[in-house]
């Protein structure tokens, strides 16, 4: 199993920036990709950006050139500076990572964007 937790969320204003961690815990040997996912009121979960465990990175159209993901593999922790923030930007966002058979989630942390 593995377990990850995320910290970082919270208010910030329309421009603002926020940076979001993920501490992975566990079988951390057993990761190969990580992420962040974001669930807002009434709509799906949506991907926001991934990183594999070489570092090539892949993000949603609505983030890119605003949000970076990074990792470190040391720490097994993965991260997401969050640049411009938007008021559609507002959701929980989830950390996420992969092995070869199994997905995990973290607990989601908040993130407002106020206009």
């Known amino acids: 199993q593995v377990r990850l937790v995320e910290s970082g969320g919270g208010l910030v204003q329309a421009g603002g920036s926020l940076r979001l961690s993920c501490a992975a815990s566990g079988r951390t040997f057993s990761i190969d990709a990580m992420g962040w996912y974001r669930q807002a009121p009434g709509k799906q979960r949506e991907l926001v950006a991934t990183?594999?465990?070489?570092?090539?990175?892949n993000y949603a159209d609505s983030v890119q050139g605003r949000f970076t993901i990074s990792r470190d593999n040391a720490k097994n922790s993965v991260y997401l500076q969050m640049n411009s923030l938007k008021p559609e930007d507002t959701a929980v966002y989830y950390c996420?990572?992969?092995?070869?058979?199994?997905?995990?989630w973290g607990q989601g942390t908040q993130v407002t964007v106020s206009s």
């Open positions: 996420w990572s992969r092995s070869t058979y199994y997905h995990y």
């Open positions: 990183i594999s465990g070489g570092g090539s990175t």
